[in-house]
T-cell receptor, first 112, second 117 residues
Framework: GENVEQHPSTLSVQEGDSAVIKCTYS??????FPWYKQELGKGPQLIID?????GEKKDQRIAVTLNKTAKHFSLHITETQPEDSAVYFC???????????FGTGTRLQVTL | GAVVSQHPSRVICKSGTSVKIECRSL??????MFWYRQFPKQSLMLMAT?????????EQGVEKDKFLINHASLTLSTLTVTSAHPEDSSFYIC?????????????FGAGTRLSVL
């Protein structure tokens, strides 16, 4: 089955700096790669996603890049703010299947 | 749009009792709903996938008689933890999928924290 690895497990940045989280996946049939933000005690919130027919997607301060050849994708957050502090999960699908496999999560802390 | 409501948000019960958790898609019809379990500081582990009107597909190692899933309509799925024990204490999260197959996007509920005494 699909295996998704995520790094780093924790990340601390100063307010205003950029944060980058990286994921790799194993199933070459995977086509869909969402990123979720989870705040303490809450459910995951979809923040951005990318499909395999594009290499990059941007939404204000958040961007995701995808390298299908290398089977890795990354989340980039620019101009970080304290409210960006949360756990971020990457995920990938299994090609034709609708279920997602999640990475192990990255705890991002944005310090003042 | 794409709001998923999950209730209750928290439940405390005695060992041996059963607990039902509801997951509703409020503004869209969900062809598929998913149930996850999350332990503290860990990732989401898929328990089962349910499609409206059919039996749920359980992941390996998940007891289907322990975790009963009903998906009676395109907007409602329920998870019943039967004869709960302390080891069932966890954070349970549902998600609802829009579209089908390659167009499916999952939106999550707020989760249910189950504590079994």
């Amino acid at each position: 089955g699909e295996n998704v690895e995520q790094h780093p497990s924790t990340l601390s940045v100063q307010e205003g700096d950029s944060a980058v989280i990286k994921c790799t996946y194993s199933d070459s049939a995977s086509n869909y790669f969402p990123w979720y933000k989870q705040e303490l005690g809450k459910g995951p919130q979809l923040i951005i996603d990318i499909r395999s027919n594009v290499g990059e997607k941007k939404d204000q301060r958040i961007a995701v890049t995808l390298n299908k050849t290398a089977k890795h994708f990354s989340l980039h957050i620019t101009e970080t703010q304290p409210e960006d502090s949360a756990v971020y999960f990457c995920a990938s699908d299994s090609g034709t299947a609708s279920k997602l496999t999640f990475g192990t999560g990255t705890r991002l802390q944005v310090t003042l | 749009g794409a709001v998923v409501s999950q209730h209750p948000s928290r439940v405390i019960c005695k060992s041996g009792t059963s607990v039902k958790i509801e997951c509703r898609s409020l503004d869209f019809q969900a062809t598929t709903m998913f149930w996850y379990r999350q332990f503290p500081k860990q990732s989401l582990m898929l328990m089962a996938t349910s499609n409206e009107g059919s039996k749920a597909t359980y992941e390996q190692g998940v007891e289907k008689d322990k975790f009963l899933i009903n998906h009676a309509s395109l907007t409602l799925s329920t998870l019943t933890v039967t004869s709960a024990h302390p080891e069932d204490s966890s954070f349970y999260i549902c998600s609802a999928g829009t579209g089908a197959g390659a167009k499916n996007i999952q939106y999550f509920g707020a989760g249910t924290r189950l504590s079994v005494l």
